[in-house]
């Protein structure tokens, strides 16, 4: 935490008082200019503060940072980072689209990435420092200014019920300060730096290893990082657990490690494709040879996941891993078929199914999963081609996303490839929607030791995933953005 946020942490913390606007006036001219402010000093244009004094007739009193067209009282429009002073608590913290509507701020407002950036960063304030209670909360769309606040936080924020009577529908994110002054710290350093982002400014020199540090914490809950041992843990529990994610972010490779490491290779790797079907998965009638008198004849033969079964029951004192990777290239409910009714983690009795065949031993006519069999599929976000839709599916299987990691960009890559990782996931953060945001490539695309090896990659590789990509509309929205990074590749 830097010292020019105490003054404004001091004022959410003491709450309302005498020479209120003369206090946030102070700590207003605090976050500007070296060496001591946070952002440089000609961000302060970007900003204005609106602090009317304190007074027996006011009736919601606030601290606003406001766009600077706004008049100098009255109503105001655009994004705006407020605090709420209340009687006997901390000031709410929130952000605020003005009463008077969105403008001059549309632009910021109704792209996907300021939302969603302040959705990770509520989530990341709950999570390391809320303790169990819910102490951030972010709307979906802050455009929405038609929709309230949501009863229960009303109830659970009892304490600023009239702020919400009167500015419910126009907040868009609220913190509530707790004991805790670091967690208020962690949230007026967050959301002030996406407010000056999104306004041109970063923080000074000094500040950016503090702020990476902080954008980082928060990056966490927008894109998740997933381990090999979280992995192997959901399977032990749930036993069915598929990976998704972005072409490129290592779903195969990692799947094939934990097949190879924490299973010791006891299983199996397979792939689906549009072509397979229930014959193929669980078992059908299949052409064998004769016995002479004629060239072939049909008999019944055992799928994947009855051959995968009957591996495990062999050996009922290991896991037995079942990869099935592509798992969203074929219908997965018409392949499993009544055999879905065998996929729960703790079924609380042993669930068989009848057969139409006899498929010999171990299981004849009647078919069964044993505790130990576990199955790991991968399924890449970008297949667009055939998903998994079905809910009964969804329900039996533990979805885990895959994201691409900058840190694995930052070990394995050169400077030019983090740079391109980097640029191209702002891209995608910013602009993409919540569909296209699953197509942003994976850090695979970015690894190369040297430029000129990065240079080759990023062209051969990287450069037709996104030509396809605007090929098939995914990536509409943002289309010219990916037009122009493209340009940039080309011209390396």
Not at 407 to 413: H, L, P, R, S
Request: aromatic letters at 10%; charged letters at 20%.
């Amino acid at each position: 935490m830097t010292d020019c946020l105490q003054p404004v942490l001091e004022i959410i913390h003491a709450g309302s008082g005498e020479s209120w606007n003369e206090r946030n006036k102070r700590a207003f001219e605090e976050l500007f200019g070296a060496p001591v402010g946070r952002y440089r000093r000609d961000a302060k244009d970007t900003v204005a503060l609106r602090a009317p004094e304190i007074s027996s007739d006011t009736g919601v009193p606030f601290a606003a940072y406001i766009h600077p067209s706004n008049p100098t009282s009255g109503p105001y429009g655009g994004m705006s980072f407020v605090i709420f002073p209340v009687p006997g608590e901390p000031c709410l913290v929130a952000m605020v689209v003005g009463t008077q509507g969105l403008s001059p701020d549309e632009a910021i407002l109704g792209r996907p990435g300021h939302a969603r950036k302040i959705q990770a960063i509520c989530a990341w304030l709950n999570k390391q420092y809320g303790h169990g209670r819910q102490i951030a909360w972010a709307k979906q769309d802050p455009t929405r200014v038609d929709l309230d606040i949501p009863d229960p936080i009303k109830r659970l924020w009892s304490g600023y019920q009239k702020v919400f009577e009167r500015y419910g529908k126009v907040i868009y994110a609220a913190f509530t300060p707790t004991a805790e002054r670091e967690g208020t710290a962690a949230a007026v350093t967050a959301l002030l730096d996406v407010m000056f982002e999104d306004r041109g400014q970063m923080p000074l020199a000094q500040f950016t290893e503090q702020s990476e540090g902080v954008l980082a914490a928060w990056f966490e809950h927008l894109m998740a990082s997933t381990t090999r041992q979280q992995v192997t843990g959901l399977l032990d529990r749930r036993r069915y657990v598929i990976l998704q994610g972005p072409p490129g972010t290592g779903k195969t490779l990692m799947a094939g490690r934990i097949l190879r490491d924490e299973y010791a290779s006891v299983g199996r790797s397979i792939q689906f494709h549009p072509n397979t079907t229930y014959e193929n998965f669980i078992g059908g009638l299949a052409p064998v040879a004769g016995d002479g008198s004629i060239g072939f004849r049909f008999a019944p033969a055992p799928g994947f996941l009855m051959e995968a079964a009957a591996a495990a029951l062999k050996d009922p004192s290991k896991n037995y891993l079942l990869h099935i990777d592509e798992i969203n290239r074929a219908d997965l409910g018409k392949i499993l078929g009544e055999a879905i009714y065998l996929l729960e983690p703790e079924p609380g009795f042993e669930r068989r199914i009848d057969l139409p065949y006899d498929f010999g031993k171990p299981f004849h006519r009647t078919f069964f999963l044993p505790p130990n069999l576990h199955i790991l599929g991968t399924m890449n976000s970008a297949d667009r081609s055939i998903a998994i839709v079905d809910v009964a599916v969804r329900r039996r299987f533990a979805f885990v996303p895959l994201w691409p990691s900058m840190q694995v960009v930052e070990q394995y890559g050169c400077p030019l490839t983090q740079k391109a990782f980097r640029d191209l996931l702002s891209i995608f953060v910013e602009h993409a929607s919540d569909d296209a945001l699953s197509l942003v490539p994976g850090h695979s695309y970015f690894l190369a030791e040297d430029e000129a090896t990065a240079r080759s990659n990023l062209r051969t590789n990287l450069a037709p995933l996104l030509t396809e990509y605007l090929a098939q509309g995914y990536v509409t929205g943002f289309a010219e953005s990916i037009r122009s990074y493209l340009q940039w590749l080309d011209s390396l």
